[in-house]
């Protein structure tokens, strides 16, 4: 028998610090992802000046509004793209993906106070406990201070939380730490 899981606390589960959001068009219904790509000039250590290719379009369940990509810099494009990356993996249950996007002492923290593990987190989207079907990214705006970024946003999650469907809405912030060449959701 599966024990009941308190109204409160259900909300907050779905409404986890890694949150995304999805916009609705002025009927209510569910837009479908922008299609968009921001290219960013970066330069190596060498001294070679490279492009680098950004391509949001191809997160099929994640729609980012309210931002200008063109007026983003390279490390800004990077932590929005890691961020509509994995908000795509949590709709995908790529757990794979997820891992390598958020480092492994990740604890998720739910609006309710409970936490979880990172391994504890990613099993209840696995088993489908959590099933999110679309989120994105509204409104960004992101902080890059070197090797450190956080990135705050309204999130509104279409989700299947433990049974219960609905969207949800919250504004938050992540936390990312640049490791090697890739940016690495971390605790704020």
Same mark, same amino acid.
């Given at each position: 028998?599966?024990?009941a899981?308190?109204?409160?606390?259900l909300?907050?589960?779905v409404?986890?610090?890694n949150?995304c959001?999805? *916009?609705n068009d002025? =009927?209510?219904s569910?837009?479908?992802?922008q299609?968009?790509g921001?290219?960013a =000039?970066?330069e190596?250590?060498?001294?070679y000046s490279?492009?680098?290719?950004?391509?949001f379009? *191809?997160?099929?369940n994640?729609n980012?509004?309210?931002v200008?990509?063109?007026?983003? #810099?390279?490390?800004?494009? +990077?932590?929005?793209?890691a *961020?509509?990356?994995?908000?795509q +993996?949590m709709t995908?249950a790529d757990?794979d993906?997820?891992?390598e996007?958020?480092s492994?002492?990740?604890?998720?923290?739910?609006m309710?106070g409970?936490?979880q593990?990172?391994e504890e987190y990613?099993a209840d989207?696995?088993?489908?406990s959590l099933?999110y079907?679309?989120i994105g990214? +509204? $409104?960004p705006?992101?902080?890059? $201070?070197?090797?450190k970024a956080?990135? =705050?946003y309204t999130s509104v999650?279409?989700? #299947?939380?433990y049974? +219960?469907r609905?969207t949800? *809405?919250i504004k938050?912030?992540?936390?990312?730490?640049k490791?090697?060449?890739?940016w690495?959701?971390?605790?704020g």
């Amino acid at each position: 028998m599966k024990k009941a899981i308190p109204l409160t606390a259900l909300l907050a589960a779905v409404l986890t610090l890694n949150a995304c959001n999805i *916009q609705n068009d002025k =009927t209510g219904s569910e837009s479908p992802a922008q299609s968009i790509g921001a290219t960013a =000039t970066a330069e190596d250590e060498g001294g070679y000046s490279g492009t680098m290719e950004y391509d949001f379009k *191809q997160f099929s369940n994640v729609n980012i509004a309210g931002v200008d990509l063109s007026s983003l #810099n390279e490390e800004e494009l +990077a932590v929005l793209y890691a *961020q509509a990356r994995y908000c795509q +993996a949590m709709t995908d249950a790529d757990i794979d993906t997820m891992r390598e996007l958020v480092s492994e002492d990740m604890v998720f923290t739910h609006m309710s106070g409970r936490q979880q593990t990172r391994e504890e987190y990613f099993a209840d989207v696995a088993d489908g406990s959590l099933n999110y079907f679309t989120i994105g990214i +509204a $409104d960004p705006v992101i902080r890059v $201070d070197g090797d450190k970024a956080q990135i =705050t946003y309204t999130s509104v999650l279409n989700a #299947n939380a433990y049974g +219960a469907r609905g969207t949800y *809405q919250i504004k938050g912030t992540h936390h990312y730490e640049k490791r090697g060449n890739a940016w690495i959701a971390v605790n704020g």
